[in-house]
């Protein structure tokens, strides 16, 4: 089961997502990301028990999206577990450089 507690400020807005992420529950996650307007968006994974490479794929293409809208995703509070599964698959890189990536005009 995922919940998602949603914290808006100014300029900004925190998800805390806690529970499972998985196939089965993405598009929840997935559509509250893009529910929001701030220029940043942060989903704090601190009560996340779980995420499968689903999970990590959308959070990737989610953070690609909001790039591309000059928008940041910061994925935050990343348990220990996660981390280490994230780590093997490549995630943090792949994140790093949609984080670096220059701009695209016009697209």
Known sequence: MLQIRV?????????????????SNIAQLQEEIERQEAPRVEVNLKDLQFMDSSGAGMLLHQARLLRSQNRILEITHIPANISHDLEIIGFFRVLETLQGAPQRGGE
């Open 7 to 23: 914290n808006k400020e100014r300029g900004k807005t925190t998800l805390v997502v806690a529970g499972e992420l998985d196939y």
